[in-house]
């Protein structure tokens, strides 16, 4: 059904990497991804050469968060709630920069950080008994993290915004190519930052 989304017309990004990775640079970023990476660079984060683990790799979150902390300098492993606990658990421990999002409550354990690590808490799961949000780190992230996204309220909020600068950039780039920017606006469109 992706296939069925014509790529300028994706203001989701589910084509980002296939397209990225065939060199197509117009191609708009997955939401919560970038929303990630924007978090990265809202709080200078350093990641170039450091050790990113993304726990998670589905098209839309893992996989493209994955190939921008690759071209941001990380040196990036992808792992899964499929892959056996004690190497999930030994992987999370050499992370510099965990991403989380596995979208499964509880399947790592802070105990498991390394001190000092930074993570991006992605994976969410609504769950009905408790009427809650749940991450996949369970446990007292902030005794390990230097710092960390919260469950609820980390990379979330950003990603409406993230999608709206997605659209307004498609309908941009649209009206450019058909040649209505040059006639009606002599200005370059505003950025979300």
């Not at 979330?156 to 997605?166: D, H, K």
Request: hydrophobic share 40%; glycine share 10%.
């Amino acid at each position: 059904i992706f296939n069925a989304i014509p790529v300028p017309k994706d203001v989701d990004g589910i084509h980002f990497v296939g397209q990225r990775e065939l060199g197509n640079e117009d191609v708009y970023p997955p939401v919560t991804p970038a929303a990630a990476m924007e978090l990265i660079k809202e709080y200078k984060v350093d990641i170039k050469g450091k050790h990113a683990v993304v726990v998670g790799r589905s098209p839309i979150v893992g996989s493209p968060l994955a190939y921008m902390l690759r071209q941001a300098g990380a040196a990036v492993t992808i792992v899964h709630t499929d892959v056996d606990k004690e190497t999930l658990k030994e992987l999370v421990g050499q992370a510099d920069i965990l991403v989380s999002c596995a979208g499964s409550p509880g399947a790592l354990q802070a105990e498991w950080l390394k001190d000092g690590v930074g993570v991006i808490n992605v994976g969410t799961t609504f769950s009905e008994s408790q009427d809650c949000l749940l991450p996949d780190i369970e446990g007292d992230i902030e005794s390990k993290a230097s710092r960390y996204s919260p469950v609820p309220g980390g990379v979330g909020p950003l990603s409406s915004p993230i999608l709206f600068r997605n659209v307004a950039q498609a309908a941009w780039d649209q009206m450019e190519g058909n040649g209505e920017v040059s006639a009606t606006w002599d200005k370059e469109p505003a950025y979300i930052r």
